[in-house]
């Protein structure tokens, strides 16, 4: 499980705490709070697969003049390569043959959001810091977001309660 404590911008005592069961569910519930739509978020795509939502194949004879850009990116990359795309990493429409995770995507979406968050990629880490020293936690109202993350871990019967 993938564990979550959220400061929003606004303060401490608005924090609040989610979980993901893992990376896929981690994205999921990231993109359906995000400004930008999931493709945009994350998303992996071929040369190939561009052109076909354009109903062309690369032997078309308006291929290159009809879409230059997906043309360009299959001679930098070939047809098959995957492409990955993250906006909130990467910049707007920027797509790359270098592998980006969804961890990695929806994590730079939350930083996009602004506030300060604790991403636990573990239920060990997470309740290893539900006690552990951490500025955010021990900052003033800090102990909101600490509360938040240790109600979470109950809620999941990962820490008893009363503890």
Known sequence: MIFVVQVPPD???????????????FLRKVC??????EWE??????????????DRTPDA???????????????QHGWDTPLYRADHLLGNGQLRPEPVT????????LLARGGQWRVYGH??????????????FDA??????????????????ALADGH
């Open 11 to 25: 303060g401490p005592a608005h924090a609040r705490a989610w979980f993901a069961y893992g990376e896929a569910d």
């Open 32 to 37: 359906a709070q995000d400004a930008l739509p």
């Open 41 to 54: 978020v994350f998303d992996v795509v071929t040369a190939r697969e561009l052109l076909e939502m354009t």
């Open 61 to 75: 004879p308006d291929a290159r003049s009809a879409c230059p850009a997906v043309c360009a990116l299959a001679d």
């Open 102 to 109: 969804p961890l990695e995507a929806g994590m730079a979406a």
């Open 123 to 136: 239920e060990d880490v997470a309740l290893a810091a539900a006690d552990a020293p951490d500025a955010l």
């Open 140 to 157: 003033p109202s800090g102990w909101h977001a600490r509360r938040a993350l240790r109600e979470q871990l109950i809620a999941v019967e």
